[in-house]
């Protein structure tokens, strides 16, 4: 029977991904890093929701990475921390939204709500609002830096995070 063992064991290591799963752990590393994840991430985040982690769990990860630290360190105000990020998510964004945006993150800090929660809902609410005609324009770019970063990852099948991948993408 140690045949039954390893089919269980290969079972619970190759555990099968969404499709939808695995863009909704992109689209929340373009939200957190603005960078393509490359296989090496990918995989990490794809086996702790396969672990039966959730996209918060995801979304908490990346806030925790060294690198996300770096960009963003944790001496950061509200203010500073939205105005920073947004600059890097949203870089299309209008005065006014840029202004509503940030205005909605750093209240969100100040009632308590993490960055991987803030992340998490702007990356959902992008994707979401490719119509909309105050965001669409907005969303629709994020969709295409998350569908390269995806051609960066899954078809090209690059191993390091590509920091520059996204650079000019709209």
Same mark, same amino acid.
């Given at each position: 029977?140690?045949?039954?063992?390893?089919?269980?064991?290969?079972?619970?290591?190759?555990?099968?991904?969404?499709?939808? %799963?695995?863009?909704?752990?992109?689209?929340?590393?373009?939200?957190?890093?603005?960078?393509?994840?490359?296989?090496?991430?990918?995989?990490?985040?794809?086996?702790?929701?396969?672990?039966?982690?959730?996209?918060?769990?995801?979304?908490?990860? @990346?806030?925790?990475?060294?690198?996300?630290?770096?960009?963003?360190?944790?001496? $950061?105000?509200?203010?500073?921390?939205? %105005?920073?990020?947004?600059?890097? @998510?949203?870089?299309?964004?209008?005065?006014?939204?840029?202004?509503?945006?940030?205005?909605?993150?750093?209240?969100?800090?100040?009632?308590?709500?993490? $960055?991987?929660?803030?992340? $998490?809902?702007?990356?959902?609410?992008?994707?979401? =609002? /490719?119509?909309?005609? %105050?965001?669409?324009?907005?969303?629709?770019?994020?969709?295409? =830096?998350?569908?390269?970063?995806?051609?960066? /990852?899954?078809?090209?099948?690059?191993?390091?995070?590509?920091?520059?991948? @996204?650079?000019?993408?709209?």
């Amino acid at each position: 029977n140690s045949r039954n063992i390893i089919e269980i064991d290969l079972k619970e290591f190759y555990m099968a991904i969404t499709a939808e %799963t695995r863009t909704d752990i992109i689209d929340l590393v373009v939200a957190a890093l603005d960078v393509a994840p490359g296989t090496e991430l990918l995989n990490e985040l794809v086996t702790l929701v396969d672990g039966g982690g959730s996209l918060a769990d995801v979304a908490a990860n @990346l806030t925790a990475r060294a690198d996300y630290k770096a960009k963003y360190p944790t001496f $950061q105000t509200a203010n500073e921390w939205a %105005t920073e990020w947004l600059g890097n @998510l949203i870089p299309e964004a209008s005065a006014e939204s840029m202004a509503e945006a940030i205005t909605v993150a750093e209240g969100m800090i100040n009632a308590g709500s993490s $960055q991987a929660a803030i992340i $998490q809902e702007a990356a959902t609410f992008l994707t979401a =609002n /490719t119509a909309d005609a %105050t965001w669409g324009t907005i969303s629709t770019a994020f969709v295409n =830096n998350s569908e390269v970063a995806a051609y960066y /990852t899954i078809t090209v099948e690059k191993a390091a995070i590509g920091t520059d991948t @996204l650079v000019g993408v709209d």
